[in-house]
């Protein structure tokens, strides 16, 4: 039924037209006849043509209850030019229609696919709509919970506090209702009619960060204050003391040495972790000789143990270890030496290189006191300790293992941590098989390298 929209003229000049025809044929009527036959015929004429409009008009109302454009009526005269508008005036509006639906469809899905929640509400802060992130985070039912009050849904009174107080500046930090350990920052932004938009965005892990730094400022200042407070009340005591015995000055020197290297030994950690933090520092890397590597571990666990423990050394593989030397000797040796200083004397302690599956694993066995479960998470933080007293008594830096876990990373490797309270640990240090350059076939069985042991 698409047709050409007719002009202003076309429009009139058939209902003219019709009229003109009625009253001529009256007139013919009236010269043929009387003026009563013209009459009749004027009438009739009238009539016909006032039938065929109320046809098209009960047509039109007819199709205005379910307008559809393949029920479109059809019409004469007039009425063509009518409903031919109207055809092409639906299909226009079901082309914008269409357009307005697949807009908001792809910006509904753009809005799906944010990680953060959203949730509209209106003036009354009743929810109108939210994304699948909102289900999540607040256990929010876009069907269920259209209309409900937000603040009957979040019952935490800081929530509520900052919903009524209307001081958006600032966002609002809550943890979750079902996660205690989940943080959320909660933020509304007014628009449009008295609408509001809430945005809540999970910050655990910024959250997180935030306070290892606040505890690795608090804790390098704790490490540092007290070598410096043992060193500075020594040295009071010598100035104040002229005439001091030099017996006891060489003991508070000895001190104030050993608090130094402390001091020392603090710094170098720092350093070393800054510098394998720092993304930009390149990975220089060369084949290592394992057995070589821990012929050295295992002389230093023997000067570091001083014959109170029985140290065991076992290559399982003639594997080499593409990586960088420096940094994995330093990794292995903080295994070794933490395994030396919590293993009480009379311990054993085993080194181990092998290969298990297509990984290459270094492994340092104790028959120390063990690890309860739940400090075994947390292990590889900085400064983190499972008794601090025990940690300063046996000169620790507490960044060890953190170094090991950036080493190991840069490797693309992992530790493994097994430790069991009273019956030992064990940490493995897993590598990649490209990581891997082995030569020979490897020996069915492990070759002993040193077995000999000294206990207290």
Not at 346 to 356: D, F, N, S, T, Y
Not at 370 to 384: D, K, M, N, S, W
Not at 411 to 418: K, P, S, Y
Request: proline letters at 4%; a negative charge.
């Amino acid at each position: 039924m698409p047709g050409k929209t007719e002009s202003v003229f076309e429009f009139w000049l058939r209902p003219l037209t019709t009229l003109a025809l009625i009253a001529l044929a009256g007139l013919v009527a009236w010269a043929a006849l009387s003026a009563t036959a013209a009459l009749a015929v004027v009438a009739v004429g009238c009539l016909l043509l006032v039938v065929f409009h109320l046809q098209n008009l009960a047509a039109l109302e007819r199709w205005l209850r379910q307008p559809e454009l393949r029920a479109m009526p059809h019409g004469l005269g007039i009425w063509e030019g009518a409903f031919t508008g109207l055809y092409e005036l639906l299909r226009t509006e079901i082309r914008s229609h269409q357009t307005l639906a697949a807009t908001l469809e792809r910006f509904q899905a753009a809005v799906k696919a944010l990680p953060d929640a959203l949730v509209v509400l209106d003036r009354r802060d009743r929810i109108e709509w939210c994304n699948s992130m909102a289900e999540a985070y607040l256990g929010l039912d876009s069907a269920r919970d259209q209309g409900q009050q937000i603040s009957y849904l979040l019952r935490q009174p800081q929530f509520s506090g900052y919903l009524n107080a209307q001081h958006y500046a600032e966002p609002l930090l809550l943890r979750s209702q079902h996660a205690r350990e989940t943080v959320f920052s909660i933020r509304l932004v007014p628009y449009g009619e008295e609408q509001k938009l809430l945005i809540v965005r999970d910050v655990t892990q910024r959250e997180h960060v935030e306070a290892m730094r606040r505890d690795f400022v608090a804790n390098v200042s704790h490490e540092m204050r007290t070598p410096l407070t043992v060193v500075g009340g020594f040295l009071e005591t010598l100035i104040d003391t002229p005439s001091i015995d030099p017996a006891r000055a060489r003991h508070y020197l000895e001190l104030m040495h050993a608090q130094t290297q402390r001091m020392q030994r603090l710094v170098e950690d720092l350093l070393t972790l800054s510098r394998l933090e720092n993304t930009n520092t390149p990975l220089t890397e060369e084949e290592v000789d394992v057995r070589e590597l821990l012929e050295r571990l295992e002389d230093e666990a023997r000067a570091l143990s001083q014959d109170r423990h029985a140290i065991r050394v076992e290559i399982g593989s003639e594997c080499a270890l593409l990586g960088n030397a420096r940094e994995l000797t330093s990794a292995f040796s903080n295994l070794v030496s933490n395994a030396v200083r919590y293993t009480p004397d009379g311990g054993e302690i085993w080194l181990r290189w092998e290969k298990k599956g297509t990984e290459g694993v270094f492994s340092v066995k104790d028959t120390g006191e063990g690890i309860e479960a739940q400090h075994i998470p947390r292990l590889t933080e900085r400064f983190y300790r499972v008794d601090r007293s025990r940690s300063r008594e046996t000169g620790g830096t507490g960044l060890g293992l953190a170094i090991v876990k950036h080493v190991l990373s840069r490797h693309q490797g992992h530790l493994v941590i097994d430790s069991r309270l009273g019956r030992g640990s064990t940490f493995s240090a897993h590598f990649p098989a490209r990581r891997l350059r082995c030569g020979p076939p490897e020996t069915a069985s492990p070759q002993t390298a040193a077995d000999s042991s000294a206990s207290a």
